[in-house]
């Protein structure tokens, strides 16, 4: 299970995003400027203020830190 | 052997890359990113040939078309660690530990962001230290939050902030912002704004996150302190230039000082083009042009080689 805590004009957010879909990785998005519970568990599970934050199967990786996410998707 | 190692993806990388490959000069281009430092901007509106862009889809058109290109070989995700003279040319050996022999280089590894340096900024890097506005602007909703730095980036960072933060404070060394008149127009009329001039930074402070901005008012000497959740640093670019610092001549500034007809440096075989030189206006349509500017030069320099 992939999840991607995104805000709506950060680039790097699209960078990861488009990365998953050039994978066929699925993945759940959600938006910390609209969402305020997304963005206290984001926080939480991160304990740091910047997007975008993804969720490999609770592994947590901050920023779009390619060979990082390449390492726990196995691609 | 080859004729050509450009250093770099940005503007002037991606131009210089272009030209190259259409000259048939045999090219690698190193680089990490394409697109330069404007890939985070929401929207560019200046960019010559199209009336508005986004900085991402920017960076994605100037990748497509180096790849597009037949015969340069692109070396990517990877950077260029260390530069040293040979007797033919020069040797790049890069991070991920290629070798790469060229007869020319090119130097186009752009600037990054100059950070304050002060205590604090490092530690809360993320927990409240923040440098990417239109990134990370909604994670402070509800919060007070400071951005210092009173150029264009320093408004545009307040704008940003106006939407999610309680409260923002631009802090600024001087005693008025210089940047466009328009932005600060803006944070002017808003009431939740505050504009702190004469202020020098002294630290950042918190528990887990950032709750605390100290500064000494220069005007009057005193030391005060911002209650702030967050604080975003826009305080200009440090030109890239480690790996050719000994080579070639850097002015005052950091930069790589070159010949703006030829775009050469002071080492005859290195050439340098766009935010790491000392152009005085830094820009992606100049840094395209120069870099074009250096590559025809780099064409003729190798055509008067083979020649002699």
Redesign the interface.
Known sequence: MVKIYTTPTCVYCKMAKDFFAKNNIKFEEHNVAEDDRAREEMIAKSHQLGVPVIDVDGEIVVGFNRPEIQRLLKI | MLDLAIIGGGPAGVAAGVYAARKKIKTALITDAFGGQS??S?EIQNFVGLKSV???ALAQMMEWHLRAQEGIEIVF?DRAAKIEKTAAGFSVATESGKKIETLAVLWTAGSRRRELGGPGEAEFE???V?Y?S????????GKAVAVVGGGNSGLEAAV?LFP?ASRVYLVIRGEDPRGDPLTLEKIKANPNAEIIASAEILSISGD??VSGLRYRDKKIGEEKELPVG?VFVEIGSVPNVNPVKELVEINAAGEIAVDHRTQKTSLEGIWAAGDATDVLYKQNNISMGDAVKAVLNVYDWLKRRQKS
Request: hydrophobic fraction near 30%; proline fraction near 8%.
């Open positions: 890939v985070v929401d986004s900085g991402l995700p993320g927990r409240g923040a990417c239109t990134c990370d602007a909604p994670v402070f909703k940003d999610y887990n996150f967050g």
